[in-house]
């Protein structure tokens, strides 16, 4: 690596820091950026310039959109009863993608990890209790992943809904998902049926 001009190496470093990206594959990636035409790599800067310019979280569900709210948010016709509790803004396009879901979604950011330092603190905890305050919502559906974190991130919301609002219909999606399994590898007929089949948690 120390033979390569430095411009080679100065993209690879930044390239093995992707998730799933080890030093040969950035080492690849980025010779092969340097033979593309070059309106491949102003296409490529503008996309992450609009990633970053373009795009930020939706300040009532914390999902990922140009607009705030996001354009789900700003669904008038949806049903303001029933709100979505998921870890990632992908698991809001997986369950979207099922068309079976007609509430509002309210993305964590993550679970809970002690492994990694991650807290109730750091996840949109407090805002989704903040939410199911009001007398308008009946029913939360748990949708963290079938993992140890999510599960236990689960719980540790459910704690905190019923101590918030006692009417509070709790369920927990799980049926027909795989133990371990991340919700946006699903199929949209296995999800849906997760959804269909979910069950009061407790
Ligand atoms: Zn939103």
């Known amino acids: 690596m120390e033979r390569l001009p430095q411009t080679l190496v100065q993209l690879i470093r930044v390239l093995e820091r992707l998730p799933g990206i080890g030093p040969k594959t950035a080492a690849r990636l980025t010779f092969y950026l340097f033979q593309t035409p070059p309106h491949f790599v102003d296409e490529f800067i503008k996309g992450l310039r609009d990633l970053k310019e373009k795009l930020g979280n939706c300040s009532v569900c914390h999902n990922i959109d140009e607009t705030d ?37 309210h993305v964590l950011g993550g679970v809970i990890n002690p492994l990694i330092h991650v807290g109730p603190d750091d996840l949109q905890i407090s805002s989704l209790l903040k939410r199911c305050s009001s007398k308008e919502v009946k029913e939360i559906i748990l949708a963290t992943n079938p993992t140890m974190e999510g599960e236990a991130t689960a719980l540790h919301i459910k704690k905190g ?28 007929g296995t999800l849906k049926e997760a959804l269909k089949g979910r069950q009061v948690f407790s």
């Open 161 to 188: 809904l019923e101590k918030i609002n006692k009417d509070l219909k709790i369920t927990r999606i799980g049926h027909g998902l795989p133990m371990g399994a991340d919700l946006d590898y699903a199929d949209p």
């Open 69 to 105: 709210p996001c354009r789900i948010c700003s669904q008038a016709q949806r049903d303001r009863s029933l709100i979505c509790v998921v870890e990632r803004p992908l698991d809001v396009v997986a369950i979207e993608a099922t068309r079976s879901f007609s509430g509002f979604y």
